[in-house]
């Protein structure tokens, strides 16, 4: 007895001749070939499940607090406005802010918003940094909710929010 079982699914023609090169290219036959990729797939996807059951799957951690900030948003038309916004947490990778008092078409129009600058104060150090993000994910429930993550060189700002990242208990809000 063996511990294999044959699986038989449908593809469409493209994507089996795609698999069917990639084998060629690697010198192999291609139902050992598409082997390899499914179970690589089930085993990444395993990993990434055992991952979730861990936690908090993120690089960087998060640090929850809650500091006034001010945003200027770039809308889709290229306008750029400026809001007052709270910062609910941060990392080195990224920031989750929110806007408390918003429009219901001011909200409409910042669904489609493509980054944002914040600009704070670190509480501590009073030192005030800028960074630019690309906007990542957006949230209308209780006002808007922007999560971006950072694009550009922000080394500067983000070694000043080191204080930030090594004594997060300061900062909890």
Same mark, same amino acid.
């Given at each position: #007895?063996? !511990? ?21 290219? /690697? *010198?192999? !036959?291609?139902?050992?070939? =598409? ?12 990993? /990434?499940?055992?991952?979730? &059951? &861990?936690? !908090? ?5 998060? $640090?929850?607090?809650?500091? @006034?900030?001010? +945003? ?6 290229? /306008? ?6 709270? $910062?609910? *947490?941060?990392? &080195? ?16 129009? #910042?669904?489609? +918003?493509?980054?944002? /600058? =914040?600009?704070?104060?670190? @509480? ?15 949230? #209308? *429930?209780?006002? %808007?909710?922007? %999560?971006?993550?950072?694009?550009? !060189? ?6 000043? #929010?080191? *204080? =930030?990242?090594?004594? @997060? ?5």
């Amino acid at each position: #007895m063996t !511990d294999k079982i044959r699986v038989c699914f449908d593809m469409e023609n493209d994507d089996f001749l795609a698999l069917q090169g990639m084998a060629e290219v /690697e *010198d192999v !036959d291609y139902t050992r070939y =598409i082997q390899a990729v499914v179970s690589r797939h089930v085993r990444l996807h395993a990993d /990434e499940k055992e991952q979730l &059951k &861990k936690g !908090d799957r993120r690089i960087h951690p998060r $640090v929850e607090l809650s500091i @006034p900030a001010v +945003s200027c948003v770039k809308f889709s038309d290229m /306008e750029m406005r400026s809001y007052p916004v709270v $910062v609910e *947490d941060i990392s &080195k990778g990224g920031i989750r802010i929110s806007f408390k008092s918003v429009t219901q078409e001011l909200a409409q129009k #910042m669904e489609d +918003s493509s980054h944002f /600058e =914040i600009v704070f104060t670190v @509480p501590r150090l009073s030192q005030t940094v800028s960074l630019y993000c690309k906007r990542l994910r957006y949230n #209308m *429930d209780q006002g %808007v909710t922007m %999560v971006g993550v950072y694009e550009g !060189d922000n080394s500067a700002p983000l070694s000043l #929010m080191n *204080d =930030i990242f090594e004594h @997060p208990q300061a900062y909890l809000s």
